[in-house]
């Protein structure tokens, strides 16, 4: 079946698979300067419909789905919320940053019945200052065996004199928090999930921090008492490849490649820093995340 584009309003599209909403991109989000506004996937869903992501949950106002965001930026924030300061641990800082989007690029269902989105968007501080442009791009696009696959790609560029470091919590001295970069928040009936790597399963305490080209997160929903999975693959090309990885099981349900968990990556003025990810969808359980996993690096290596 050909997915199918609803795009009703200047600040969101949707993605369809038949009658079941695969996704929804909010490009233009109306988020709180609190929360670091910048774009979000949510809902997504399995393309029996179930749902696999969390908005706006209590413990953490600024996850929202999949996002991109950076906790440390230099001095800002482009995550949300407080900043991790040694010695004081987390304060609130007028620093959280937005992304402002520019303008699209392209919205459009391809010849091979592929969804591709590309827009531009700033990265500007609280305090004004425009830190990088970005191109991003988004696919989705439906794979055999009921699964489907997302990637995402940006590609940032410092457009100041200076040069931009950036890091994670765990760079700035908080041990083994070193989130940062392509973040799912998962439902709450996620929480006691199981993780998935090629060396095995087990929790968020077990795997957090270890290098892995790809991670899996076990579910089960309620109400269906049933299993659905999600796969983030790393591109072969990314900076830090393979990253470690900050997942969660115990508290909540996350999953987060993290090229910047123990080292800042230091983008000079006029430098562009890329990266490309790939996401896999499915129904059922752990056995099924290798071989999910194997399709999306297909996709993503393909870069089509």
Not at 188 to 212: C, E, I, K, P, Y
Not at 242 to 252: D, T
């Amino acid at each position: 079946m050909t997915l199918e584009i609803d795009h009703d309003d200047a600040t969101a599209f949707t993605v369809r698979d038949g009658d079941v909403e695969l996704l929804r991109y909010t490009y233009v989000p109306d988020s709180p300067q609190l929360e670091s506004p910048k774009p979000y996937l949510h809902p997504l869903r399995t393309r029996s419909g179930r749902l696999m992501s969390l908005y706006r949950p209590w413990d953490h106002v600024w996850h929202k789905g999949i996002a991109w965001s950076l906790p440390v930026v230099g001095e800002e924030n482009f995550w949300g919320g407080p900043t991790y300061v040694q010695g004081q641990s987390y304060v609130q800082l007028p620093n959280d940053g937005t992304q402002a989007h520019r303008r699209i690029e392209q919205l459009e269902v391809d010849a091979d019945g592929v969804v591709r989105f590309a827009h531009e968007l700033d990265w500007v501080s609280e305090g004004g200052i425009h830190l990088f442009t970005e191109r991003r791009a988004v696919t989705a696009r439906t794979l055999e065996g009921g699964a489907w696959a997302l990637t995402v790609d940006t590609a940032m560029t410092n457009v100041t004199d200076a040069p931009i470091p950036i890091g994670s919590p765990t760079t700035r001295g908080r041990e083994n928090a070193g989130y940062g970069g392509l973040f799912w928040r998962g439902p709450r009936s996620f929480t006691g999930g199981t993780l998935v790597t090629a060396s095995g399963t087990g929790s968020g305490n077990d795997v957090r921090g270890q290098r892995h080209e790809w991670m899996g997160f076990v579910g089960r929903h309620d109400e269906i008492d049933g299993e659905s999975l999600i796969v983030m693959v790393d591109a072969a090309d990314n900076p830090q490849h393979p990253p470690q990885w900050f997942a969660r099981s115990e508290e909540f349900a996350c999953l987060n490649p993290a090229p910047f968990f123990s080292d800042e990556l230091v983008v000079a003025p006029g430098q562009t820093a890329a990266f490309r990810y790939g996401v896999g969808i499915a129904d059922g359980g752990a056995d099924a995340a290798a071989g999910l996993a194997d399709t999306v690096r297909d996709v993503i290596a393909a870069r089509a």
